[in-house]
């Protein structure tokens, strides 16, 4: 039997993104109930509706893991704390019961104020910049002895960026697609749609950035991926070795992993190409150097570096020299990675199942991300670690991005 009760609230899209019944069916599957005491509708798409419920438990504690599984739905007390704000002691070292952050935009209740939250990313503190009045996420290994860190989570409201998101149709161009992976979605479709928004974000100035595995070079697609980039497509490039390494040894060779691409047939010696791509690399310091000295003249990482884009290259323990402009260094690598990603309107994520979750641990919910793999199951892992407004395209990555290439042409 109830008796214990506290009032909650949620705002946002609440019918239509499946908020609602999300809330009331887990109150209920977790042995609570509810009254609901307020409930404005938004009746345009701009408006958002406001919901107000009696959260109804046996006692306090269930109260409270009912309110923690709320959570994800954007619930928050109606009455809440001032948030804790508790010193780190030593660097690198949280308080034990520090906040840890979704990639949802948040905001903390501190001094009567709901405060926002910058460089949202997932798995990280928040920590409170006095200066400028907003908390900052920040990993547990940038933490700083003295860094004021959020505690406890009755004082954070997330927005899941489901809630947020526009009802009407053409407010969003990829209404068409729920962020599901279908291999049974025509790519012909998908293709148009992702066109139509890279001609968007590149006409209103906005940034997108593709993230690539060296598949894309394998399945003949680097020539498109090229013509992306020297299009003004392509804002930022993210990847590893591989990708670049591959790509020089077709510039320089004709060759991927020692494959002619135009016959198919594997070339003399052609095992040996991606080494000799690399060190001729090295001969000019580095891939900057080469395509100033003309050496390096096409492809992908020409186009790059000539469109003066920002790019990275994170190093594995796969990678073969690695080429010189290959961050090693994997913290620096992801800080140059989550540097890259900030403020992207549109990621793209191209056959590689490393970089991709990577970059999806880093990017904020609201960031519309496309994921084209073969495999079903990459999609449906980014999606598991929570980047599950991903979009998922099962194809062929070379194919996706002629057909790509082909319709941006047009
Ligand atoms: N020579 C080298 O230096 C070298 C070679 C290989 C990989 N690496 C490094 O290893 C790391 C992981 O490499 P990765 O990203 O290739 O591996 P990964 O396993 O993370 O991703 C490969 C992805 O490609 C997908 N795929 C395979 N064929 C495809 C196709 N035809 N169309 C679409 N998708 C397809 C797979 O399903 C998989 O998800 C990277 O850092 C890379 O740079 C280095």
């Not at 997932?122 to 409170?128: G, H, I």
Request: hydrophobic share 40%; proline share 3%.
């Amino acid at each position: 039997m109830a008796t214990k009760s506290r009032m909650i609230q949620a705002e946002g899209h609440l019918i239509d993104s499946g908020i609602l019944s999300g809330i009331l069916n887990t109150i209920l599957a977790r042995g609570g109930d509810y009254r609901i005491t307020n409930f404005i509708v938004g009746k345009t798409p701009e408006e958002q509706s406001e919901l107000e419920v009696e959260l109804l438990a046996t006692d306090e504690h269930a109260l409270d893991l009912l309110l923690g599984a709320l959570k994800a739905f954007g619930v928050f007390e109606k009455t809440v704390p001032s948030a804790t704000l508790v010193p780190v002691e030593k660097a690198r070292y949280a308080p034990e019961s520090f906040y840890s952050t979704s990639n949802h935009r948040t905001e903390v209740f501190f001094e009567d104020h709901w405060r926002m939250v910058e460089q949202q990313r997932m798995d990280a503190s928040l920590v409170w910049d006095a200066q400028r009045s907003v908390f900052i996420c920040k990993k547990l290994r940038d933490l700083r002895e003295g860094d004021l860190v959020v505690c406890g989570s009755e004082s954070v409201r997330i927005f899941p960026a489901e809630a947020q998101r526009k009802k009407s149709a053409d407010a969003d161009a990829f209404a068409f697609m729920t962020n599901t992976v279908s291999s049974e979605r025509s790519v012909d479709t998908a293709v148009q749609q992702i066109a139509q928004e890279l001609k968007r974000v590149k006409e209103r100035g906005g940034k997108t950035v593709v993230v690539g595995g060296p598949v894309v070079i394998h399945t003949g697609g680097s020539e498109a991926l090229a013509s992306l980039v020297k299009g003004g497509y392509v804002n930022a490039f993210l990847g590893g070795n591989a990708i670049a390494v591959h790509d020089l040894e077709i510039q320089f060779y004709g060759t991927s992993l020692g494959v002619d691409l135009k016959t198919g047939k594997v070339a003399e010696h052609g095992h040996s190409h991606h080494m000799r791509s690399i060190n001729r690399i090295y001969g000019c310091s580095s891939m900057q150097e080469a395509v100033r000295q003309g050496v390096l003249k096409t492809g992908l990482m020409h186009e790059i570096i000539k469109a003066g884009i920002p790019y990275c290259l994170a190093g594995s323990i796969r990678d073969d020299g690695p080429l010189p402009e290959t961050v090693t260094d994997m913290i620096q690598a992801q800080q140059r990675y989550a540097e890259i990603i900030e403020g992207a309107d549109l990621i793209i994520m191209l056959s590689t199942m490393l970089h991709s979750i990577g970059v999806g641990n880093m990017a904020p919910s609201w960031v519309k991300m496309v994921c084209i793999d073969i495999n079903p199951a990459v999609v449906t892992k980014l999606a598991d670690r929570g980047s599950s407004q991903t979009i998922g395209i099962v194809s062929d990555v070379g194919f996706f991005l002629r057909a790509l290439a082909e319709r941006l042409e047009a």
